[in-house]
């Protein structure tokens, strides 16, 4: 499977943004689909996992309430809706693909064998 993450830009603190992953090649729902971030110096963090059937896990305290994952399996496509943004949400996001895809199971970027190349999300005022 080959992924494209996208929808990253300026936005204001308290704003929002709405990343998508787009996928091509296998069906996307043997996948589960896990989206990254990553800052200068600091390891890629695991955000959130939504599975093939569209259960999800949220990895990071720091993003519940405020960022709700998606999927539209027909249109291999996987959503990261992103509200109330921080300037400490200012990262490159990335998405990734494991299989198989009924379990959230990991966050670490070292699990995962596919991914995207990342949209840079920047929350300055």
């Known amino acids: 499977v080959q992924l494209q993450a996208s929808g990253g830009g300026l936005v204001q603190p308290g704003g929002s943004l709405r990343l998508s992953c787009a996928a091509t090649?296998?069906?996307?729902?043997?996948?589960?689909i896990n989206w990254f971030r990553q800052v200068p110096g600091k390891e890629r963090e695991g955000l959130v996992c939504?599975?093939?059937?569209?259960?999800?896990?949220y990895w990071a305290d720091s993003v519940k309430g405020r960022f709700t994952v998606s999927r539209d399996n027909a249109k291999k496509t996987v959503s990261l809706q992103m509200n109330s943004l921080k300037p400490e949400d200012t990262a490159v996001y990335y998405c990734?693909?494991?299989?198989?895809?009924?379990?959230?199971?990991?966050?670490?970027?070292?699990?995962?064998?596919?991914w995207g190349k990342g949209t840079l999300v920047t929350v300055s005022s």
């Open positions: 990734a693909a494991v299989s198989p895809g009924n379990l959230c199971t990991s966050r670490s970027a070292a699990a995962m064998p596919y």
């Open positions: 939504i599975t093939g059937d569209g259960s999800t896990t």
């Open positions: 090649g296998y069906a996307l729902e043997y996948y589960t």
